[in-house]
Each structure stands twice: as C-alpha cells, then as structure tokens.
C-alpha cells in the first residue's frame, strides 16, 4: 500500500501542508517498510486546474490513500473516481502523520474539505519576490493562497469541529511561518539601506 501525503519539504520532518493541490511536494510512502519516495509538486504553480492535474499525477503512482491539510472539489472529485481515499484535517509532522494512519486515527473524508480555488491567488507573498530571488521577483512566493481575513471555503458541514481545529491551526502555523518570513525579510532590507 502507498500513501501520499501533501508536504513542505520532501522528507519525513516536514509538516504536512494545508494544500493539497499547491503543495511543493509529496511524500509517498508504503506505511509498512516505511520505503519512501519525496516527489515534486509540478503542478503548485499551475494558473489553473492544479488540484485536477495534481491528483492525475498523484493517481499514476499507485497511491491507495492521501493525507493533506485540505482539498477542493476538482482534486476531490478526481482522486475518489481514481479509487482513493482522501483524508483531510490533518497537520503536523510527515512522520507524525504516518503513525497516526498506521494506530488507524484517520477516517475518510466523505466530501472535500473546502470550495474550489482555495490554495490560490490573494494570499501574502504571492510572487512578491520575497525570498532567495536575488531581488529580480524570481523569490520563494510563500503563498498559501489565504491572505489576511480570508477563511477557507467550506460549507459548515464540510469538516467535523476536529477536522476544522485542525486545519486553522495548520492555517495558524502557516501564516505564521509566513509572517516570520516577511518580517525576517524586512529586518534584511533595513540593514541594507
């Protein structure tokens, strides 16, 4: 059995992140030999279609089960007709997450966990140049498609109170790393003025 799970980094220490079809990487693995395989994302910074493609390309590995933060109708609907489960809710370690489906704490998630376009657009650092771009706009971006105020999209009956606790902390951390990010990125400049 193979499952994939939407990562920041591609090893087993990374947090599982809140996107799935924009995530930068996968880690995929076989929760028995704990054989391990990291894949990047392609498709993270699609202009659209992203959770679509995102799930075909995951589909092709011969995944059986995704674990991620969150996912929208279009990866949903395509992961389901592929035969997978989808697991959602979940933040944390890569690692912690495994053990978690191997003690068997996750459940199937019925529908998907937010409305179309979630990990898009608005969000803070959206190709904002922050980052290791050498100031020619080429930086890291940091977006999680979540700016200021914007919650995610989900019909109130689309998470369970748990699942929902989860996914804003997973937002919290987010916006927080991000907000160390930017302010780390200030402190550069106002040196270097």
Do not use: W
């Amino acid at each position: 059995m193979k499952i994939a799970l939407s990562a920041t980094a591609p090893n087993l220490d990374a947090e599982v992140d809140p996107r799935f079809g924009r995530c930068q990487y996968f880690v995929i693995v076989d929760p028995q030999s704990m054989e391990l395989d990291a894949v990047d994302n392609s498709n993270a910074m699609a202009a659209g279609g992203a959770g679509i493609s995102t799930a075909q390309m995951i589909a092709s590995k011969g995944v059986e089960v995704v674990i991620t933060g969150n996912c929208g109708p279009n990866a949903y609907q395509t992961l389901s007709a592929a035969g997978i489960q989808v697991v959602t809710g979940v933040s944390g370690s890569i690692k912690d997450a495994i053990e978690a489906f191997k003690a068997g704490r996750f459940k199937s998630s019925a529908q998907p966990s937010v409305g179309s376009h979630y990990g898009m657009g608005g969000g803070m650092g959206s190709g904002m140049g922050m980052g290791r771009g050498m100031g020619r706009g080429m930086g890291r971006g940091m977006g999680m498609g979540m700016g200021p105020g914007i919650m995610p999209q989900a019909a109130p009956s689309a998470m369970s109170a748990e699942q929902e606790i989860e996914a804003l902390k997973s937002q919290a951390q987010t916006l927080g790393q991000q907000l160390n990010e930017i302010q780390r990125r200030l402190e550069e400049l106002e040196k270097g003025r």
